[in-house]
C-alpha cells in the first residue's frame, strides 16, 4: 500500500568532510527520504595540504539531488524550501563570472603565509600588553586570503568574491552572493561578538588581505538567501523558485537538531573534530580571545571547545591496527563498528591505567601550538583493546575539561548531554561518555543531526514553525539516554581529576623541548 504524501517537506543539503547528503524531512522530523554521495577525490599537492575541487562539490550536491528524486521524485509537491549545512572553514575564490579560480582549500589543510599584512603598530602594542600576540600571527598566517595575496598574487587580483563552502552552494543554488551569518566559521573579518562583518576600524581588516566587497552578503538564520534558479533546477531537480533558507555550519546545525537549545543542555560532536558546545544569548569565550560562533537560532552563540582531530583518532586507530576486526566484519556480513564495540567491552573502565591525552594536533591556546599527543601507563597487560577503549576515554576527559571551561565562564551548569556524529552510534562510546561525565547522555532520534538542524532553520524560516522552542519541541527527540554507572563515574572522577588534568601541564615543557630538537610541529 503507498503511503499519503506528507503535506510539508524541507530539503537539507548537509555537505560534510566525508560526504554530501539530501535529506528530506517532514515537520515532525521524521527523515522521509535520504541520498548520499561520498567524496574520495581529495588532493594533497604537498604533504599537509589538503584541496578540492570547487566544481566537485556542486557537482556531488547536485548528484545527491538526482539520486534522491530516483527514488522519492513524487514528494517534490510537498516541497517548501532547501537550506544548506556544510564543513566549516573551507574556502574558494571565484572570478567576476562566478567560476572558481582555484581548488577549495579544505578546513584541513595546513599550508600557512609566511608574510602577511602589517597591522597598525598601536594594535600590535595592545596584543602585546594582552599577551595574544602570538594568537594573532597564528590567525594571520592561518588565514587563507592571506596565503593566497603571497603566494598566488595573480589569482588573488582576478578574485572578486571570497566565498566560504556555503557560500559557494548558495551562490550555485540561487546565483547570489549571499551566506547566512549562522556559517561564518573561518579565518575572516567577521566580529563574533556583532554578528556581522567586523567595522571599519577593526583590526581584522588590517591583519587580513581582504577587502569588504569581496565577502558575500550576510543575512541571518532563517532568511530568505534567495530562490532556487532555473540552472541550479537543471542541475538538481529541486524545482526551480524554491526560497533558499539561511541555516548555520554544521555543527551548529548539529546542536540544534540534538535539541540542544539552552546551556544546561551539553552538545557533544564525535565527529572528525569532537567538540563540546552549549548554545547561549550571551557571548562570552570559553578560551581567552577564542570567540564562540554563530549559533544555528539568530542572535545567539555557540561556545565551543574542540578537540581538532577527535574521532579522526578512532579511525587512525581502524587503520592501523583494526585490519582483523574489519577483515572479520566483512566475512561475517556485519558492520565493523560492532566488533570495536565488543573490544571496548572487554576492557574494564579506566583501561587498567591506559591514559591518553588526545592532543594528535595542537591547538591554538589550549593545548598550546607545541602540544602532542600522550599514552601513560603502560604495562604488560595491556592490548590494543586498551588502547582503543582509552582513546575513547580520552577524548571523553578532554571534552569534559572543555565542559568545565564553559561552565566556568557561563556560570551555568550542564545537567544533561546529547551526542552527534558518528560517535554517537557506539553504545561503549555513549556508556563511557555518560560515566565520565557522569550526566545522562542521550542519542537523538536521527543520526542526520546537521541535517535536522538545517531543517529546523528552513521550518522556521518559512514560518511552519512559530518559532525555534516550538519547532526544536516538535521535531527533536532523544531514541536512547545512557544514565552514569555509579561505580564508573567514581572511578573516573579520580583518574580525571587526579592524573588526566595534570597530563598536559606536566608535559607541556617535554612538549616544548621535542618541538626544539625535531623541528616538529613546525611553528615559525
Request: charged content about 20%; glycine content about 8%; hydrophobic content about 45%.
Amino acid at each position: 500500500m503507498t503511503m499519503p504524501a506528507p503535506d510539508d517537506l524541507l530539503l537539507s543539503l548537509d555537505c560534510g568532510t566525508q560526504s554530501v547528503r539530501a535529506l528530506l524531512f517532514d515537520l515532525q522530523g521524521a527523515l522521509v527520504g535520504k541520498a548520499q554521495v561520498h567524496f574520495d577525490d581529495y588532493r594533497a599537492p604537498q604533504p599537509g595540504w589538503l584541496e578540492h575541487d570547487a566544481e566537485g562539490f556542486w557537482a556531488a550536491t547536485a548528484q545527491a539531488c538526482r539520486q534522491l528524486w530516483a527514488s522519492y521524485g513524487h514528494l517534490k509537491p510537498a516541497l517548501r524550501g532547501v537550506a544548506v549545512t556544510t564543513q566549516r572553514g573551507t574556502v574558494i575564490p571565484i572570478d567576476a563570472e562566478g567560476k572558481a579560480l582555484h581548488p577549495a582549500l579544505i578546513w584541513l589543510d595546513q599550508r600557512k603565509a609566511q608574510r602577511v599584512p602589517t597591522v597598525a603598530p598601536w594594535w600590535r602594542a595592545a596584543f602585546k600588553a594582552a599577551g595574544v600576540a602570538d594568537t594573532i600571527r597564528y590567525f594571520q598566517r592561518e588565514a587563507e586570503a592571506n596565503w593566497f595575496a603571497e603566494c598566488e598574487p595573480a589569482l588573488w587580483a582576478k578574485t572578486r568574491k571570497f566565498l566560504l563552502l556555503s557560500g559557494w552552494l548558495n551562490f550555485r543554488l540561487t546565483g547570489r552572493h549571499v551566506d547566512s551569518v549562522g556559517a561564518q566559521v573561518g579565518y575572516l573579518p567577521f566580529d563574533f561578538k556583532r554578528l556581522a562583518w567586523a567595522r571599519s576600524l577593526d583590526w581584522k581588516w588590517q591583519a587580513l588581505a581582504l577587502a569588504p566587497d569581496v565577502l558575500p552578503e550576510l543575512l541571518p538564520v532563517g532568511a530568505t538567501l534567495g530562490q532556487v534558479t532555473r540552472a541550479a533546477a537543471a542541475d538538481t531537480g529541486i524545482p526551480e523558485g524554491l526560497p533558499v533558507i539561511a541555516a548555520a555550519a554544521d555543527k551548529a546545525c548539529e546542536i540544534l537538531g540534538a535539541g540542544a537549545l539552552t546551556p544546561e543542555v551539553g552538545a557533544l560532536s564525535y565527529g572528525t573534530t569532537a567538540t563540546v558546545n552549549v548554545t547561549t544569548r550571551r557571548y562570552f569565550e570559553a578560551l581567552p580571545w577564542v570567540p564562540p560562533y554563530p549559533a544555528a537560532v539568530p542572535g545567539q552563540y555557540s561556545s565551543e571547545v574542540q578537540i581538532f582531530r577527535g574521532y579522526w583518532m578512532v579511525r587512525w586507530f581502524k587503520e592501523q591496527f583494526g585490519q582483523a576486526e574489519q577483515l572479520a566484519a566483512e566475512q561475517a556480513g556485519i558492520v565493523p563498528e560492532s566488533l570495536f564495540d565488543e573490544m571496548v567491552a572487554t576492557v574494564p573502565p579506566g583501561s587498567m591505567g591506559l591514559m591518553l591525552q588526545p592532543f594528535w594536533s595542537p591547538g591554538i591556546r589550549h593545548p598550546g601550538p607545541d602540544a602532542k599527543g600522550a599514552v601513560i601507563g603502560f604495562g604488560d597487560v595491556h592490548t590494543k583493546a586498551h588502547l582503543y577503549r582509552a582513546i575513547l576515554e580520552g577524548l571523553a576527559y578532554a571534552l569534559r575539561d572543555g565542559r568545565e571551561r564553559i561552565e566556568k565562564k557561563s556560570g551555568v551548569a550542564m545537567r544533561e548531554l546529547r551526542v552527534s556524529g558518528g560517535g554517537s552510534q557506539s553504545d561503549a562510546a555513549m556508556q563511557l561518555t555518560a560515566d565520565i561525565f557522569n550526566l545522562p547522555t542521550s542519542r537523538p532520534h536521527t543520526y542526520e543531526t546537521s541535517g535536522l538542524g538545517a531543517a529546523i532553520d528552513c521550518a522556521v524560516g518559512l514560518g511552519l514553525h512559530r518559532d525555534f522552542d516550538s519547532a526544536v519541541a516538535a521535531m527533536t527527540r532523544v531514541a536512547r539516554t545512557f544514565e552514569p554507572i555509579h561505580v564508573n563515574a567514581t572511578l573516573y572522577e579520580a583518574l580525571y581529576t587526579r592524573v588526566y588534568r595534570h597530563m598536559y601541564e606536566r608535559l607541556a615543557p617535554l612538549y616544548a623541548e621535542i618541538q626544539r630538537i625535531t623541528g616538529y610541529p613546525k611553528l615559525d
